[in-house]
């Protein structure tokens, strides 16, 4: 059962870079066929695919975010990350990393952690 | 970047009842659809895949179906537990998309 853990800062101020990290257990970052994917939802609103990327490195983002966006993985620690850079109050949310099968449901969710954007 | 639109945004609904949400993508997407429930303060749970394939261990009065752009998530004889929000996702098409989401009540 693979099971997916985000961390990183609660509170980032606004023009600076929000920084998480997914730590991926119960199976390997590696897999093929996996995409891992960032999902975030605003405060009391629904949610909002933000993108994913492969164990290859290879990315996808949201073109109206894809100026500010940033993924990376990191094979050796089953990680992959996130920055999101020139925040503003706007990026408050929670964030979820999620595992994508090949045809694009997400199976494996984290627990999501809230970002706030505030000085 | 395809439009999801859920409908109804809002039902409250009496335990045993049938609840049918419907899901309309601004374009065709195959059966590239999923659905999820959502409660308070936890994470999206997976339902429904690929528009109609029910996901590992979800209760069987759950069922999916559609393809195109038209698609239906529907919860026979509804139980007080399913008091939750539902979402479609497509990933048929980049960027992916959600709905709005469908919350319902339980009277």
């Known amino acids: 059962q693979v099971q997916l853990q985000e961390s990183g800062p609660g509170l980032v101020k606004p023009s600076q870079t929000l920084s998480l990290t997914c730590t991926v257990s119960g199976g390997s970052i590696s897999s093929a066929g996996y995409y891992w994917s960032w999902i975030r939802q605003h405060p009391g609103k629904g949610l909002e695919w933000i993108g994913y990327i492969y164990y290859s490195g290879s990315t996808y983002y949201k073109p109206s975010l894809r100026s500010r966006l940033t993924m990376s993985v990191d094979t050796s620690k089953n990680q992959f990350s996130l920055k999101l850079s020139s925040v503003t109050a706007a990026d408050t949310a929670v964030y979820y990393c999620a595992r994508e099968g090949a045809s694009g449901w997400c199976q494996s969710w984290g627990q999501g952690t809230l970002v706030t954007v505030s000085s | 970047e395809i439009v999801l639109t859920q409908s109804p945004d809002f039902r409250s609904v009496t335990p045993k009842e049938k609840v049918t949400i419907t899901c309309r993508a601004s374009q065709s997407i195959g059966r590239s659809l999923h659905w999820y429930q959502q409660k308070p303060d936890q994470s999206p749970k997976l339902l429904i895949k690929d528009a109609s394939q029910s996901f590992s261990g979800v209760p069987s009065r759950f069922s999916g179906s559609g393809s195109g752009t038209d698609f239906t998530l529907t919860i026979d004889s509804l139980e007080p537990e399913d008091a939750a929000t539902y979402y479609c996702?497509?990933?048929?098409?980049?960027?992916?998309?959600f709905g709005q989401g469908t919350k319902v009540e339980i009277k």
């Open positions: 996702h497509q990933s048929g098409n980049l960027p992916e998309t």
